[in-house]
């Protein structure tokens, strides 16, 4: 059981908009920078957004993030084939001083 | 460009020691903070350790705490990971990943880049 709940599993047909959410807790995502990773099978993840709502260079701007109390979420706007991957949030504990990820959402396109 | 390669994973009684080293290039290796994170096959990710730059600050997962040991050498531009009394469960694929810049608290940190792992299998 992650500390970060997300949803095992979501998705959508090419265009549509998919928004993933991380709920977390007052010592964790409330307190801290949630950070988006992108993983596609066999390979490492990659940073998609951090500190909440930034997006590094070359990540398409369909992506966004954005938080909100105790819960942040990853929309991705126009879905493209080339988005099915596994999503991960992250952030800063404070109780457990360490970092917490989410277990992680399948996007799938139909 | 920025990379990170990992090595030392292999197979591994429980009971048994690992080192896993990272080597960084086309960054300033000693400006940065650095982290651990693996991956069971098929499964989500879970941060292991963090180190800051200087190595001032550390932090471990309470699932390795006491058995693992995070260190760095600046002047190697490297990473290290030293496993101790492994277990089955320790059998992951090992990621290192860089932090932020090491004037920025670990906490605040994002994970990027991140090496290609490597893996450690812990089986009798």
């Known amino acids: 059981q992650s500390v970060l709940a997300q949803p095992p599993s979501a998705s959508g047909t090419p265009g549509q908009r998919v928004t993933i959410s991380c709920s977390g807790a007052s010592s964790n995502i409330e307190s801290h920078n949630v950070n988006w990773y992108q993983q596609f099978p066999g390979a490492a993840p990659k940073l998609l957004i951090y500190a909440n709502n930034g997006r590094p260079s070359g990540v398409p701007d369909r992506f966004s993030g954005s938080k909100s109390g105790t819960s942040a979420s990853l929309a991705i706007s126009g879905l493209q084939s080339e988005d099915e991957a596994d999503y991960y949030c992250a952030a800063w504990d404070d109780s457990l001083n360490g970092l917490v990820f989410g277990g992680g959402t399948k996007v799938t396109v139909l | 460009e920025v990379q990170l390669v990992e090595s030392g994973g292999g197979l591994v009684k429980p009971g048994g020691s690992l080192r896993l080293s990272c080597a960084g290039s086309g960054f300033t290796f000693s400006s940065y903070n650095m982290n651990w994170v693996r991956q069971t096959p098929g499964k989500g990710l879970e941060w292991v350790s963090s180190?800051?730059?200087?190595?001032?600050?550390?932090y471990y997962a309470d699932s390795v705490k006491g058995r693992f040991t995070v260190s760095r050498d600046d002047a190697k531009n490297s990473l290290y990971l030293q496993m101790n009394s492994l277990r089955t469960e320790d059998t992951a694929l090992y990621y290192c990943?860089?932090?932020?810049?090491?004037?920025?608290?670990?906490?605040?940190?994002?994970?990027?880049?991140w090496g290609q792992g490597t893996l450690v299998t812990v089986s009798s």
């Open positions: 180190i800051s730059g200087g190595s001032v600050y550390i």
């Open positions: 990943a860089r932090g932020g810049d090491s004037k920025i608290l670990i906490r605040s940190n994002s994970f990027d880049p």
